[in-house]
Structure formats: C-alpha cells, structure tokens
C-alpha cells in the first residue's frame, strides 16, 4: 500500500538545468490501490479506498477523495504520503516529454501499521464506512 498524491503542471518548455515556470498545479489523489477504488467507483461497484495516511499530503488525499465521493478509510501512520510530480513541456503538448520526480512516502514497515490498519478495516465492516477517516490516537 503505497497512496501518492498525484502534482501535474505545465511549463512552456521542459529544458534541462533551467528554471521551470509552471502553471497552477493540479492535485489528484493516486496510487494503485486508489486509482482501483477510483475506477471502481466510477463504474458503480461499493467500494472503500483503504489506505494508510500521513502528514500534509495525506490530509490533502483525504480531501481529494471526499470531493470524488469515493467512500474512504484512512489509518493515520507517522511520515508523509508519497508525492510524484509531473511537468509537461507545452510545446509538445505530451506527457512523455514531461519532466517527471516521485518522493517517497513511509512505507507500511512496522508490523503495528499494518495491523492496525486492517484491524480498523475489520471494525468498520460492521458499521457505515462511507467517508470515513481515523486520526492517530
């Protein structure tokens, strides 16, 4: 489990060790697991996105997917959400002439994560999950 929050723009040109002046940003909630609850959603099967959440980007994430109306379960870890980057050249006008970066987030390490994450799953099965999130205790 490995949720990203997904950063594009656009520059006029994409050029090697020169400054970008990019365009405002658009943020889109990614990530396998969640691009699968995304689809999933949209072609009309219940679906929850469960995934584990940290950080400023991880609350970013969450709001993402409130506004998609996809019913959600996040479990609250220490670290921060990886975020991948991508900058179009507009002249090309095409994603693979894009500048493209990946931070890494915090992985699912420690075995009390993992737990408790499908731990909180379990719980939630017997009650209404819809846009639900868990904060830390």
Do not use: W
């Amino acid at each position: 489990m490995n949720p990203a929050l997904d950063i594009s723009t656009t520059a006029p040109s994409v050029v090697p060790t020169s400054k970008l002046r990019c365009a405002k940003p658009q943020y889109d909630p990614g990530g396998n697991g969640i691009n699968v609850a995304l689809v999933a959603h949209v072609l009309g099967p219940s679906v929850a996105a469960v995934f584990p959440s940290c950080g400023p980007s991880g609350r970013v994430l969450e709001d993402l997917l409130a506004a998609e109306h996809v019913p959600s379960r996040s479990v609250r870890i220490g670290g921060s959400v990886r975020e991948s980057s991508a900058v179009t050249d507009q002249r090309v006008g095409d994603v693979a002439a894009a500048a493209a970066l990946t931070v890494p987030g915090t992985g699912l390490c420690r075995r009390a994560d993992v737990s408790r994450l499908f731990a909180e799953q379990t719980d939630a099965n017997t009650t209404d999950t819809h846009e639900t999130h868990s904060r830390a205790k």
